[in-house]
């Protein structure tokens, strides 16, 4: 009796990979330019440069896998392969986020009772900082910049009820897929865009309140350091993750996807609720405690 064997789709060889790693060099030697304020204007054009060649390649692939897909050319175990890249790269964005967090806690939980002089580290204190108060924010940096903490009320409050609003609308749009109702998910998947891209206006609102009033600002010690990071990056991977949903949201307008077959959905959805996660994280250990 012959064995049925399933095939696997290989396919041809692609410029994309080799285009996203150069975008991605673009992003990182133009943001650290601009940062470092290194030779003018060059940081931010290199860093919009890497954006437009990012851009690029994102509409490039999603379109070269859409084809694909749509052509019959994937079978159960390439839809398995998907599942398992994407699972990775989740974690991998996990550990990205776990390392910033990280740097947070032992800087409030160490480095800080440390300066103050606890436990045995009285000479610390006097020789580093002897003016020096153990608080956390750190409002206050060793060469007398003072600046003033960002608050929870208000925008991130706000921002904190759009983003999880933005998860249950995904959760919905997804239900709709499932049960076949189209003009729902057309919907709720609009409306889980349009909160995204709310929370990255509220978001560059809240940046610019933060630099002209509160004087809080990317040089304002370890505090502004770690608040412009970790808010920094998630509004970054908020926007890739509107964009990955507005893709998807074209797609559904095209009459793509079925209850058997939305992976691509699928994953823009994980990613979108991790998202948010993070989000909570945010909100708590830096806006709140």
């Known amino acids: 009796m012959a064995v049925k064997t399933e095939s696997y789709y290989v396919p041809a060889q692609s410029p994309w990979p080799i285009i ?8 990182a030697l133009g943001a650290g330019m601009w940062a470092a304020g290194i030779a003018g204007i060059c940081g931010p054009v290199i860093f919009g440069s890497g954006t437009l060649v990012m ?35 989740i974690f991998s964005e996990v550990m990205f986020f776990g390392a910033f967090f990280g740097a947070l806690f032992y800087a409030r939980v160490l480095s800080v009772p440390w300066l103050g002089g606890a436990g045995n580290n009285a000479m610390t204190n006097e020789v580093l900082w002897p003016d020096f108060t153990a608080i956390w924010p750190l409002t206050l940096t060793p060469g007398g910049l003072e600046t003033t903490a960002m608050g929870w009320f208000g925008l991130p409050l706000i921002n904190t009820i759009i983003l999880l609003s933005s998860s249950v609308t995904a959760h919905l749009a997804h239900l709709a897929l499932l049960r076949e109702q189209r003009q729902p998910l057309k919907m709720w998947l609009g409306v889980t865009v349009l909160l995204g891209l709310a929370f990255l206006g509220l978001q560059l609102w809240e940046y610019l309140h933060a630099y002209h009033e509160l004087g809080l600002r990317l040089d304002s010690g370890i505090y502004g350091n770690t608040f412009f990071l970790l808010t920094g990056f998630h509004g970054a991977h908020v926007t890739l993750g509107a964009l990955m949903l507005f893709v998807m949201w074209l797609r559904i ?7 058997a077959h939305h992976f691509g959905f699928q994953a823009s959805s994980w990613y979108w609720h991790f998202v948010d996660v993070v989000w909570l994280c945010l909100f708590v250990f ?3 405690l």
């Open 55 to 89: 851009t690029i390649m994102l509409f490039g692939w999603f379109s070269n896998v859409i084809k694909e897909s749509h052509s019959g050319l994937y079978s159960a175990q390439m839809d398995r392969s998907f599942r398992q890249g994407m699972s990775w790269f």
């Open 20 to 27: 996203g790693a150069l975008g991605l060099f673009l992003l």
């Open 253 to 259: 307008l095209k009459g793509h996807f079925t209850p």
């Open 286 to 288: 830096v806006y709140i």
